[in-house]
């Protein structure tokens, strides 16, 4: 049977939690994901937000979901930044919400 969780802070899932097979840290939280899911996704999904906006306090979840807006950077742990919507999630990854060190 097909569930909505609504445990869920943004994007909603429609899937039974057995799915959520894979998982990965953002920010030091266990985010779990499925397998060929996009990072935009699945941390939309658990977090509602994938980074910090770099001029405000807002923060940001992605826009054009299609690698044009440029809207879901995140970083990796050696401090590779990553475009989240064109990106699958690999198990065992450590992602930031936040980029490494201050901007140039
Ligand atoms: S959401 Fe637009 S580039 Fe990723």
Do not use: Y
Request: aromatic residues 6%.
């Amino acid at each position: 049977m097909t569930t909505i969780n609504t445990t869920l802070k943004g994007v909603k899932r429609l899937e039974t939690p057995e799915t959520l097979e894979l998982s990965m840290q953002v920010d030091g939280l266990r985010v779990a994901a499925r397998r060929g899911e996009t990072i935009l996704l699945a941390v939309n999904a658990a977090l509602g937000h994938v980074r910090n906006f770099e001029f405000c306090k807002e923060r940001r979840a992605g826009f054009c979901f299609m690698g044009a807006c440029q809207d879901c950077w995140m970083w990796t742990a050696g401090g590779e930044r990553i475009r989240a919507c064109t990106s699958l999630v690999e198990p065992g990854m450590t992602l930031s919400t936040s980029a490494p060190g201050p901007r140039a």
